[in-house]
């Protein structure tokens, strides 16, 4: 199980266009974080920008995990910059009670590439001198981020989405890259935000121009003893490059069913989904379909 991380968005947040319940309460978090101890889950994801999520884990506590968080965008007028990043970190670390994390991610990588990007990555590196964080780096949306960031910065961590239907950071080369540079590697969306174990009926006639994806799906699911859960999981754990693949879950009942999954990996193989539209693997464009 240590291969899996905890994401905390829904902590913070309604979050998911599955997500029937709305953001976790503190008590069901709470069971959450005892529920992942429990199953050797060592490691949970969150972000300034998630809305309640790094105080909510501060209030339930967590002790015992290895915490990543993520820095919001930085200022346009933004003076000065080691500064704004030292209090960003310093407010963080008080919500979260804790006085160091295991990773810090920059939410909006391209802003290395701005005029100010030197400096905000050496802002970076101090707090990981000073022993507040251990390992630095980007989450991103898509590899051609790396292939920008590549010549100019090193990174510690990486995370991007990678599921059944993005596969891009394998399909591009960048998930062997990562590999061979000792990064490490941490990937998202495992279930496209909830759309890919939702039942046919429940899928929103926004994404019919995907229909033959959908009928792919669905279809290879009734030819084989799998769910869609269990599917999902197994395909990116199947990938050995990866060191953590984040999963978010609305409730404990949610995260025992994940577990569970994966305690019972089956080798059914994957349908070929692949798609590189940006309108359906970027879930920040859904709105506008």
Same mark, same amino acid.
């Given at each position: 199980?240590?291969?899996? %991380? /905890? ?5 913070? @947040? ?5 997500? #029937?319940?709305?953001? $976790? &309460? !503190? ?91 030197? %400096? /905000? ?5 101090? @707090? ?5 964080? #251990?390992?630095?780096? $980007? &989450? !991103? ?111 404990? &009942? ?36």
């Amino acid at each position: 199980m240590s291969r899996l %991380a /905890l994401g905390t968005v829904q902590f913070g @947040l309604h979050y998911g266009v599955a997500n #029937q319940s709305g953001q $976790v &309460s !503190i008590a069901e978090s709470g069971d959450m974080l005892q529920l992942a101890s429990a199953n050797k889950i060592e490691m949970l994801d969150t972000a300034i920008s998630y809305g309640d999520s790094e105080a909510c884990l501060g209030e339930v506590g967590t002790q015992g995990f290895k915490l990543v968080t993520k820095l919001p965008a930085m200022p346009n007028n933004c003076s000065d910059i080691h500064a704004w990043v030292q209090q960003q970190v310093n407010a963080s670390f008080s919500r979260l009670g804790v006085k160091s994390t295991y990773g810090l991610l920059l939410h909006r990588s391209e802003q290395l590439l701005e005029p100010n990007g030197g %400096a /905000l990555y050496q802002a970076l590196q101090a @707090l990981k001198d000073d022993g507040r964080v #251990q390992k630095v780096g $980007v &989450s !991103i949306y898509s590899p051609q981020e790396l292939a920008a960031l590549a010549p100019h910065y090193s990174f510690d961590l990486v995370q991007a989405p990678f599921n059944l239907i993005d596969r891009r950071l394998f399909s591009t080369g960048w998930m062997q890259r990562l590999k061979d540079d000792g990064v490490e590697i941490h990937t998202r969306s495992v279930f496209l935000q909830g759309l890919l174990l939702m039942p046919q009926k429940d899928v929103p006639s926004k994404f019919s121009k995907w229909d033959s994806l959908w009928k792919t799906w669905y279809r290879w699911l009734e030819g084989h003893d799998v769910s869609a859960l269990q599917a999902c999981l197994d395909f990116s754990l199947s990938f050995s490059e990866i060191d953590k693949v984040v999963v978010g879950a609305d409730s404990a &009942s949610q995260l025992r069913q994940i577990i569970h999954a994966v305690n019972n990996q089956k080798s059914a193989g994957a349908p070929e989904l692949m798609c590189e539209d940006e309108l359906l693997i970027n879930p920040s464009h859904w709105p506008t379909l």
